[in-house]
């Protein structure tokens, strides 16, 4: 549950070494190489990957459905026909206030 957290094992983004207690020479290096354009990095986030979609319309949703008749042994009944193609993402929507990232090794509040 909740994997929203960064799927690279042992090092920290906001530290200047990876966590773990790794003694070999060539586990920290590998770390630090990794680290090097990232040390300067902030906590917080000001962008995120939208969940919304554009249809042919130009209409934003998140989903798209669509109204069918159905006629059976006579009757017509309306159903509702989730649309899936032609729908295009609306992409990286910057934040109205900047977030903490999820991998922040700092304990903010202690209860």
């Not at 770390?31 to 919304?52: D, E, H, I, M, Q």
């Not at 109204?67 to 910057?94: A, D, M, Y």
């Amino acid at each position: 549950m909740g994997g929203s957290g960064s799927k690279a094992k042992g090092v920290w983004p906001f530290s200047g070494t990876g966590a773990g207690g790794d003694s070999t020479s060539e586990v920290n290096e590998q770390s630090l190489a990794r680290l090097k354009g990232s040390r300067n990095a902030t906590p917080f986030v000001f962008t995120r990957r939208s969940s919304l979609y554009y249809d042919e319309d130009g209409d934003l949703a998140h989903e798209f459905y669509e109204e069918t008749v159905v006629t059976k042994n006579g009757r017509k009944k309306s159903k509702l026909k989730r649309i899936q193609k032609n729908l295009i993402p609306q992409g990286i929507v910057k934040l109205d206030h900047p977030c903490i990232h999820v991998d922040f090794p700092i304990i903010l509040c202690e209860v």
